[in-house]
């Protein structure tokens, strides 16, 4: 598990919410406090969509569709009192990245000033070993080396 707070906040704000980094993840949950509680499952209703839609379906909403709409939430002259995003690639993604992940996780909290992110993994099969905890950290470790992403 990585975990750590994050240097360059501003940075990092901007290219989660402004930039397409992260636009490849699915978003599972948000909670954002300002000057009220939002609290977002992310889990796509696929009632709503037309049966031609739900075919290529994600269980969750990508981060591309929802960063617009939680951006609008956060803008303004004053920060969020608390934020916590949980992201994670899509299926087709989890298993190229290891054959027993049954998902892998990014979790983003800002709160008091501070910014963290942890990942994290659960596995298809319990297993002792380590090694899909291990690639999920070697990989996301390059996507944050790769974006500038520093964390302490």
């Given at each position: 598990?990585?975990?750590?707070?994050?240097?360059n906040?501003?940075?990092?704000?901007?290219?989660?919410?402004?930039?397409?980094?992260?636009?490849?993840?699915?978003?599972?949950?948000?909670?954002?406090?300002?000057?009220?509680?939002?609290?977002?499952?992310?889990?796509?209703?696929?009632?709503?969509?037309?049966?031609?839609?739900?075919?290529?379906?994600e269980?969750?909403?990508?981060?591309?569709?929802?960063?617009p709409?939680?951006?609008?939430?956060?803008?303004g002259?004053?920060?969020?009192?608390?934020?916590?995003?949980?992201?994670?690639?899509?299926?087709?993604?989890?298993?190229?990245?290891?054959?027993?992940?049954?998902?892998?996780?990014?979790?983003?909290?800002?709160?008091?000033?501070?910014?963290?992110?942890?990942?994290?993994?659960?596995?298809?099969?319990?297993?002792?070993?380590?090694?899909?905890?291990?690639?999920?950290?070697?990989?996301?470790?390059?996507?944050?080396?790769?974006?500038?992403?520093?964390?302490?």
């Amino acid at each position: 598990m990585l975990s750590g707070n994050v240097e360059n906040k501003k940075q990092f704000m901007s290219l989660l919410l402004k930039g397409t980094a992260f636009d490849k993840l699915l978003i599972r949950s948000a909670v954002l406090r300002t000057s009220v509680l939002y609290e977002i499952d992310c889990t796509l209703d696929k009632n709503w969509f037309d049966s031609d839609e739900q075919t290529n379906l994600e269980k969750y909403a990508s981060w591309a569709d929802m960063r617009p709409i939680l951006f609008s939430l956060i803008k303004g002259n004053r920060l969020p009192g608390y934020m916590k995003l949980i992201l994670s690639p899509n299926a087709e993604a989890t298993e190229k990245i290891h054959g027993n992940a049954a998902a892998l996780f990014i979790n983003i909290v800002f709160e008091n000033n501070t910014l963290s992110v942890t990942t994290g993994c659960s596995q298809k099969q319990f297993t002792l070993d380590k090694a899909v905890e291990i690639t999920w950290d070697e990989y996301a470790a390059k996507f944050f080396k790769h974006n500038g992403i520093i964390l302490v």
